[in-house]
């Protein structure tokens, strides 16, 4: 049985939907772009990183999906814009953004410069804001749709030396509930996904390469029930199940994919 008979015989949670993904050059986004595609979705996937968005949609195709790569600043309404008008002109509608680029800045909050300070926030929030206004009455139009933000464990609780990060996050959190109510009336699902420590090339650059961002990992894992990193691809389903039908009647949560490190105030298990 080849590949397109396996498609077809099985169920696809997203046949027929038509996805655009931010930040789908690595990570997160790069899983969930192709674990979209894979569940039927055909995806815009965006980033400002071309080469390896390019190579996102280049394995999406080899793998029988179907996607385009947008590059994108999203932090640039009028290449917001253009690239929820190529999707439009390409697929003709849109059923689920996935708001997912983000960075990460580990300094102190009295040596964080001004450009710094508006950098992480265009990229971590106002590209969320932007991508919404302008994906929104596409989405109104066809009946409905889905709106996932990327949060993160830091949306709920304080992380030392990441001010910025947080304030950004729990940002995405609280307007994530708010446009819940706003386009509820309109069939428009709006939910916030927040992961804890994943294996992402962000965590890595942030805690370190080689044997002492090893170290850094174990020690963030001592405070883990489950005791391991989580994958992308783990997150990534949590996507789809979020973006999908399957959750027709959930809108405006947090959704915490973190291994349990927020289920408990005093936890530490040496991994």
């Not at 980033?47 to 385009?68: F, R």
């Not at 304030?167 to 109510?181: D, E, M, P, Q």
């Amino acid at each position: 049985m080849d590949h397109e008979d396996n498609q077809t015989n099985r169920r696809m949670r997203l046949r027929g939907k038509i996805a655009i993904v931010t930040g789908a050059a690595s990570g997160i986004g790069r899983a969930s772009a192709i674990t979209f595609a894979r569940e039927g979705a055909r995806v815009t996937a965006v980033d400002i990183d071309e080469q390896h968005g390019i190579k996102t949609v280049e394995e999406i195709l080899a793998d029988g999906g179907e996607a385009i790569f947008e590059r994108t600043d999203v932090a640039n309404e009028p290449d917001v814009k253009k690239m929820v008008q190529g999707a439009i002109t390409r697929w003709g509608k849109i059923d689920i953004l996935f708001n997912n680029a983000g960075i990460v800045l580990a300094k102190p909050l009295e040596d964080t410069t001004e450009e710094e300070w508006d950098r992480l926030i265009s990229i971590n929030l106002k590209a969320a804001f932007l991508a919404i206004k302008h994906v929104v009455p596409h989405m109104r139009r066809s009946g409905g749709g889905a709106i996932l933000n990327t949060g993160s464990i830091g949306s709920m609780v304080g992380q030392v030396g990441t001010p910025v990060y947080s304030a950004s996050k729990g940002a995405i959190a609280l307007l994530t509930k708010s446009l819940a109510l706003d386009y509820g009336r309109d069939g428009i699902r709006v939910n916030c996904l927040c992961p804890g420590i994943t294996d992402t090339p962000m965590l890595r650059d942030h805690l370190g390469h080689g044997a002492q961002g090893e170290a850094r990992i174990r020690d963030r894992l001592s405070r883990v029930p489950l005791g391991a990193i989580l994958k992308p691809e783990d997150v990534a389903q949590a996507a789809l199940y979020l973006v999908s039908d399957d959750a027709i009647g959930i809108t405006g949560i947090m959704h915490v994919v973190d291994g349990g490190l927020l289920a408990a105030a005093e936890f530490n298990a040496p991994v």
